[in-house]
């Protein structure tokens, strides 16, 4: 079976070093890094992962490249006597990603948007670059369209708003835990407050 375009780009991210030069990606990361944290760009880097998330070339459509830092929970180590397993370092998980931070970071950065979703662009020993795609929820473009206009509160539907503070989007509910199902999802839902934070 022939393949299309979009499965072939999407066969180049899934391994970026091998597809892309070392020198392409070098300069890159350097061009990004001296850009703005929030960063407006014309069309997405990633256009695969753009369109299964929801984004059109169309009016009312913005995409966003951000910086956020890399590395896990940052706990420095306790000098006082106490057992090591009551330190409260190891066996800690995070509540929060660092791509729903990001999502967050630029909600509040563009108040009058909304954040769709959000995929991963690059990263080097520091940051990580996430493009976060956007819409204008009172554009007439998006509440006049079949998908987007669901987000839309002139709709009648003021469910999705602020929807990356809530754990909305894909990367809020992977860090909820909703992505799984079945045998060991059991304390996920309703919610992971509903049982107690037993689920993480």
Same mark, same amino acid.
């Given at each position: 079976m022939a393949r299309g375009l979009y499965q072939h780009v999407r066969e180049t991210w899934k391994q970026p070093k091998e597809a892309t030069?070392?020198?392409?990606?070098?300069?890159?990361?350097a061009q990004w890094r001296r850009e703005p944290v929030n960063c407006k760009i014309d069309r997405p880097t990633r256009i695969d992962a753009a369109r299964r998330l929801g984004y059109k070339a169309k009016q009312g459509v913005v995409v966003i490249r951000t910086r956020i830092r890399r590395g896990g929970l940052r706990k420095g180590k306790i000098h006082m006597k106490r057992k090591p397993s009551k330190a409260g370092i190891k066996k800690i998980t995070m509540a929060k990603n660092t791509q729903r931070m990001a999502e967050e970071r630029v909600g509040?950065?563009?108040?009058?948007?909304?954040?769709l979703n959000s995929y991963w662009v690059g990263q080097d020993g520091k940051h990580k670059f996430y493009e976060v795609i956007m819409i204008d929820t009172h554009h007439p473009a998006i509440i006049s369209?079949?998908?987007? *206009?669901?987000? %839309? /509160?002139?709709?009648?539907?003021?469910?999705?708003?602020?929807?990356?503070?809530? *754990?909305?989007? %894909? /990367?809020?509910?992977r860090g909820r835990g909703l992505h799984n199902k079945g045998k060991g999802a059991e304390k996920l839902r309703p919610s992971l407050k509903a049982n107690l934070?037993?689920?993480?």
């Open positions: 030069p070392h020198m392409f990606r070098q300069t890159r990361m509040r950065h563009f108040p009058n948007l909304e954040v369209d079949k998908q987007l *206009g669901v987000f %839309s /509160a002139e709709n009648g539907n003021k469910s999705h708003r602020g929807r990356a503070y809530r *754990g909305k989007t %894909s /990367a809020g509910k934070n037993r689920g993480k």
